[in-house]
């Protein structure tokens, strides 16, 4: 079990030092900790006591509990594009890719509109925040006073704690929208 942490830590210090472009000399001097007793922490022959780590952490700009996790980076998540949960609308129809963990969530959509389709959203809860960036067609979006028109790879980020609009071009329109809630407004779209 020790020379598991051991070899865990030893990973991490590695990884961070390398991801951060510093050497072994500038780390030591950030942290206080000996070069030495960093170089033998990273090749896996120390025994690092708390404050050490505490140092290390602090110098790498990292909670503690990094360094213990090993040197395995998050792994890559993916969501292909027949995957998701879709939900389809009288004008719109909405994949849910994927909703980020957090208080509040944050929820990643795929939003396909009809030709010349028109819809008229309702305020979300208080703080509420819509992020859309147009990926084909035309789209005029935003509060429903305020509605700016969008052409592919425009932005338009607005308050979606106000009645705001969806309106589909000619041709359509698919979009990535960015649902950003705040508080408990994560209820209905």
């Not at 830590?9 to 900790?33: H, K």
């Not at 213990?68 to 998050?74: K, S």
């Not at 700016?148 to 929208?177: Q, S």
């Amino acid at each position: 079990m020790v020379d598991d942490l051991v070899f865990r830590v030893a990973a991490s210090i590695r990884r961070l030092r390398r991801e951060q472009g510093r050497t072994l000399s500038e780390l030591a001097r950030a942290s206080g900790v000996a070069k030495a007793t960093l170089s033998a922490l990273e090749a896996g022959k120390g025994n690092p006591t708390i404050e050490t780590l505490s140092s290390l952490a602090a110098a790498l700009g990292v909670p503690f509990g990094e360094l213990l996790a090993g040197g395995a980076p998050e792994p890559v998540r993916v969501v292909r594009a027949d995957a998701g949960t879709t939900v389809t609308g009288a004008v719109n129809d909405l994949r849910l890719i994927v909703r980020l963990p957090g208080s509040p969530p944050i929820e990643l959509y795929e939003a396909r509109f009809a030709p010349r389709s028109k819809r008229t959203a309702g305020a979300h809860g208080p703080g509420s925040r819509e992020h859309v960036v147009l990926l084909q067609g035309a789209l005029r979006t935003g509060p429903a006073e305020r509605a700016v028109d969008l052409r592919p790879g425009d932005y338009a980020g607005f308050g979606g704690d106000e009645v705001h609009l969806y309106e589909a071009g000619p041709r359509g329109a698919r979009a990535l929208l960015v649902m950003q809630w705040a508080g408990t407004a994560a209820s209905t779209l």
